[in-house]
């Protein structure tokens, strides 16, 4: 706790630079008896705050006597509140979205931090600095808070997932259910009362029987994430109005569903198609013109339709190797991220194309051979 606090240095340094804080530092983690969760909790809020005592007791006295054996998950959740309200409040904002997420849900940190792009929680002052870089310090803030838990990749030995603890999920669905931010729909049925649905989770195909299709009013809905058992659930693309988000990841869209409006999205920021099962995009694709994150990977798509090139707004674009892209693939000019990308023998025109995409900050390229 020592270490999260006040760095790497010995506690007894600290002890001679301010007693009283760590007086009221070994009080405060006697009341976290011991627990695990509420000591890196506590730990990482008192790192954030200035090295004031008075803020400190207000900490100390926030929390209770201490955590009681036989009341440890309403104690932890009092401790994680104070956590949670302490943050500002567009950090708040970014962790209540990870409600979208079952328990133990393993996610993609890069796709998290554009689907923050595409709900607009992310805001930039400065016209140099890109989204997707602030919205990775929102994830690092997140991460030195100890309210996700990162996953390391162990060759690079960079965060590439994060999961989040079943306490802390339990509190920001609660919390996202009170403030009707977020509706799940799983096998306990559907956690927000309202009528009015802003964002929606579809996480299996248990709750309700189909009900879901009926029981909501859609027109208000900015976010649909669907997780694959529950894709005979989702409510037609006609229904929704005004959607940023659609996330159909690796959900079967060869039987049970079809993207036959997906071009009446006009508002569509975010298109999560990987792993659907397909084999083409509609042509209507060109009328999302404000569509900034496009995924298709893992598909059997051989070509990517002309009308791509008019989504000038794209800043990321992931598509399989196999896929062909069409000519004016240059005119894409906003793109940041391009993978991955296959130059056939008789499209070696897109090298020249790809020199137009000037804010490229990473791109993937497979030279193919036939």
């Known amino acids: 706790?020592?270490?999260?606090?006040?760095?790497?240095?010995?506690?007894?340094?600290?002890?001679?630079?301010?007693?009283?804080?760590?007086?009221?530092?070994?009080?405060?983690?006697?009341?976290?008896?011991?627990?695990?969760?509420a000591v890196v909790t506590i730990a990482s809020l008192l790192a954030s705050k200035r090295r004031n005592k008075l803020e400190w007791y207000?900490?100390?006295n926030s929390i209770g006597a201490r955590l009681e054996e036989n009341n440890v998950v309403k104690d932890m959740r009092k401790v994680m509140s104070l956590s949670y309200y302490a943050m500002p409040s567009h950090l708040r904002t970014c962790l209540l979205y990870l409600s979208m997420f079952p328990e133990d849900y393993e996610i993609y940190k890069d796709c998290l931090i554009?689907?923050?792009?595409?709900?607009?929680?992310?805001?930039?002052?400065?016209?140099?600095?890109?989204?997707?870089?602030?919205?990775e310090s929102y994830f690092n803030e997140l991460v030195n808070r100890s309210m996700i838990q990162p996953t390391y990749d162990s060759y690079r030995g960079t965060i590439e997932y994060c999961r989040v603890h079943d306490m802390?999920?339990?509190?920001?669905?609660?919390?996202?259910?009170?403030?009707?931010?977020?509706?799940?729909?799983?096998?306990?049925?559907?956690?927000?009362?309202?009528?009015?649905?802003r964002r929606l989770s579809l996480q299996n195909g248990k709750a309700g029987h189909g009900t879901a299709k009926a029981a909501m009013i859609t027109e208000h809905v900015r976010s649909v994430v669907v997780f694959p058992l529950a894709i005979g659930h989702v409510p037609a693309l006609s229904k929704?109005?005004?959607?940023?988000?659609?996330?159909?990841?690796?959900?079967?869209?060869?039987?049970?569903?079809?993207?036959?409006?997906?071009?009446?999205?006009?508002?569509?920021?975010?298109?999560?198609?990987?792993?659907?099962?397909?084999?083409?995009?509609?042509?209507?694709?060109?009328?999302?013109?404000?569509?900034?994150?496009?995924?298709?990977?893992?598909?059997k798509i051989r070509s990517l339709p002309s009308a791509i090139t008019l989504l000038t707004h794209l800043l990321r674009l992931?598509?399989?190797?196999?896929?062909?892209?069409?000519?004016?693939?240059?005119?894409?000019?906003?793109?940041?991220?391009?993978?991955?990308?296959?130059?056939?023998?008789?499209?070696?025109?897109?090298?020249?194309?790809?020199?137009?995409?000037?804010?490229?900050?990473?791109?993937?390229?497979?030279i193919r051979c036939e």
């Open 318 to 366: 992931h598509i399989n190797q196999e896929a062909r892209v069409p000519k004016g693939i240059g005119s894409l000019i906003a793109l940041e991220e391009l993978s991955d990308l296959g130059i056939h023998d008789d499209s070696m025109y897109i090298i020249k194309e790809l020199g137009h995409l000037k804010d490229l900050r990473s791109l993937q390229i497979i």
């Open 240 to 299: 929704f109005r005004v959607l940023r988000v659609l996330d159909l990841g690796y959900c079967s869209l060869s039987e049970d569903y079809s993207l036959k409006y997906l071009g009446n999205l006009l508002h569509l920021r975010y298109l999560g198609l990987r792993g659907a099962s397909i084999d083409q995009l509609p042509d209507e694709i060109g009328n999302l013109r404000f569509l900034q994150s496009l995924d298709v990977l893992h598909n």
């Open 58 to 60: 207000d900490v100390c």
């Open 168 to 197: 802390v999920l339990e509190l920001i669905c609660s919390l996202s259910s009170e403030e009707n931010f977020l509706t799940i729909w799983n096998h306990a049925g559907r956690t927000s009362t309202s009528e009015k649905v």
């Open 114 to 135: 554009w689907l923050w792009v595409a709900e607009g929680f992310i805001q930039s002052g400065k016209q140099e600095i890109r989204l997707f870089e602030i919205g």
């Open 1 to 37: 706790m020592y270490e999260r606090i006040f760095g790497k240095e010995d506690k007894a340094k600290h002890i001679d630079v301010d007693e009283q804080l760590t007086e009221i530092s070994d009080r405060i983690l006697k009341k976290c008896a011991g627990v695990p969760l």
